[in-house]
């Protein structure tokens, strides 16, 4: 079992920045590939950002590149999302969410679907004001 726990979501003008933190329980955290998702109101759950359970690759939505960055510290078992340059449209709830990758041969697996992952953080508001 792994609990994740999100943080750092807020309240922010456009053009500013906020750094999204998720907090991972468990002792096998490497073994995870790490994915942040964001749902708007009236929308499907869309991903943001993935990074490999090594940190070896990082992914992107199109909507973000270049305005966010992914990145993990297995040692302290979190995962972060840093936020720049943020527009009305990126206002949603940010979920992080673990995927066991443990049994691919591949350890750089990621995916965008949000069905391919086992464990999903309770998700933080992140709002931005125009």
């Known amino acids: 079992q792994v609990q994740l726990v999100e943080s750092g979501g807020g309240l922010v003008q456009a053009g500013g920045s906020l750094r999204l933190s998720c907090a991972a329980s468990?002792?096998?955290?490497?073994?995870?590939?790490m994915g942040w998702f964001r749902q708007a109101p009236g929308k499907e759950r869309e991903i943001v950002a993935r990074i490999s359970r090594s940190a070896g690759r990082t992914y992107y939505a199109d909507s973000v590149k270049g305005r966010f960055t992914v990145s993990r510290d297995n040692a302290k078992n979190t995962v972060s999302l840093q936020m720049n340059s943020l527009k009305p449209e990126d206002t949603a709830i940010y979920y992080c969410a673990a995927m066991d990758t443990s049994g691919y041969y591949y350890t750089d697996y990621t995916s965008e679907i949000p069905g391919e992952y086992d464990y999903w953080g309770q998700g933080t508001q992140v709002t931005v004001s125009s």
């Open positions: 468990g002792r096998t955290f490497g073994n995870y590939a």
